[in-house]
């Protein structure tokens, strides 16, 4: 990203975390069911926790925790149901993304470059991976048969824009497997903010930066690239394809729906790469429009905008056709989780107010709100929906869990 649009972002976000704590927002969803209207349930505070720094990332829930790593360094699991803290890891670096739980380990990476590995039981480090000087691990690590994968990104303003790359670690060990540059010759650029997203084949898909503004079919094993395709032309504008791509069927194909700061959602067939549509939703930046990752519940794709119009599209699949548009009064940047009929979501802003922001639930069939918890702080990472949990941090604040009860 340009540095002075970085450099501000980082000052907003800086700001935050002297302000506040951050906060994971569970909310438990059971309940909803119920023949009683969802808009007449009630909020109860179930218990409250703490970390240092804002999350940004989503919280995992495995296991009976809640793992989320901190701006702060910090990284935590919590008890489910008390809001306990079992365990904590602190001098991390900062975290940005989102840990991933996988045969009993918990990994995480940081703007530091580091990828670790750490016990999920008890948080006993078990292997800290360094990725190369001067790059920042955006992307959240992504586990595939004992392969952990993650994208390299530049820091902060592209000071100073290093090499993008993929990288395929050993789950056990920590050892590299493979590594892939995406520009020839590993010239800087192109830098890997994307989650990798792997479908039923095991193909994974993956948002690539500029210049490419592009995304990339790879397998996850080997890290033997299969296509790339770019999305817009980016002519300097900055416009990172940086959210995670969501695998879709649609009329028999499958399609990799992918988003863009741009502010355009495109489909692209899996196989080939070729764009099978393209719809313009808002007009972005390089630090708004379409920069959450999209999400599907096998009828709509539901995308958030960060550019006005804030708030919620639902598209068919096969052609974009927008479905429904929900207004909101603050930008989300938060990836919205779809379950029993709701599209879930956190709403605030980075630039402006950061005492304001808010959990939201939606009608996926019509996109009318059921219900909204003011957080007093912006919600900007994508609730985790784990069975009847929706979990989802905040810039600062408590760890909060609240529980959806019905009236008697």
């Known amino acids: ?57 989503t919280a995992a829930v495995a296991g009976g925790m809640v793992f989320a790593g901190s701006a702060g360094g910090e990284l ?29 380990r918990v990994f995480v990476g940081t ?86 997203a792997i479908d039923a084949a095991g193909t994974a898909f993956v948002g690539v930066g500029n210049p490419d503004d592009a995304v990339l079919a790879f397998d996850p094993v080997s890290g033997r690239r299969k296509w790339m395709s770019s999305l817009y032309a980016d002519n300097q504008r900055d416009l990172d394809v940086g959210a995670r791509p969501v695998v879709v069927m649609a009329g028999g194909r499958e399609l990799v729906a992918e988003p863009g700061v741009e502010g355009t959602l495109a489909a692209l067939d899996a196989a080939t790469g070729d764009v099978v549509w393209s719809r313009a939703l808002v007009k972005g930046s390089a630090v708004h429009g379409l920069i959450a990752s999209p999400a599907f519940d096998g ?48 709403t605030g802003a980075v630039f402006g107010d950061l005492n304001a922001g808010s959990v939201t639930a939606l009608s996926a069939a019509d996109g009318h709100e059921r219900w909204s918890y003011d957080t007093h702080s912006g919600v900007r990472s994508g609730p985790a929906v784990a069975g009847d949990l929706a979990v989802a941090g905040d810039y600062a604040g408590d760890i909060i869990a609240l529980r959806l009860s019905l009236p008697s």
């Open 299 to 346: 009828n709509n794709l539901y995308a958030a905008s960060a550019s006005p119009p804030n708030g919620i599209f639902a598209l068919k699949p096969a052609d974009g056709a927008v479905v429904w548009r929900h207004a909101t009064p603050l930008p989300v940047y938060s990836a919205p989780a779809v379950a029993d009929g709701m599209v879930v979501f956190g």
């Open 111 to 196: 703007l530091t470059a580091h990828l670790r590995a750490f016990r999920a039981s008890d948080g006993v480090p078990v292997w800290d991976w360094a990725g190369p000087p001067d790059a920042a691990l955006w992307s959240s690590p992504v586990v595939h048969q004992g392969v952990v994968l993650v994208g390299v990104a530049s820091p902060y303003g592209d000071q100073p824009l290093v090499p993008g790359r993929l990288v395929g670690l050993d789950a056990q060990t920590g050892r590299e497997r493979w590594t892939m540059c995406l520009l020839p010759s590993c010239a800087p650029g192109d830098g890997v903010w994307s989650t990798p």
């Open 76 to 104: 935590a699991a919590f008890d489910l149901q008390t809001g306990e803290r079992v365990w904590l890891q602190r001098g991390l670096g900062a975290i940005s993304d989102s840990p991933a739980v996988d045969s009993g």
């Open 1 to 57: 990203m340009r540095s002075g649009a970085q450099r501000a972002l980082r000052r907003n976000l800086e700001i935050a975390q002297r302000s506040f704590a951050p906060a994971v927002l569970l909310l438990v969803l059971g309940g909803c069911s119920s023949p009683t209207p969802p808009e007449a349930a009630q909020f109860h505070l179930a218990w409250r926790a703490h970390l240092d720094g804002a999350v940004d990332g």
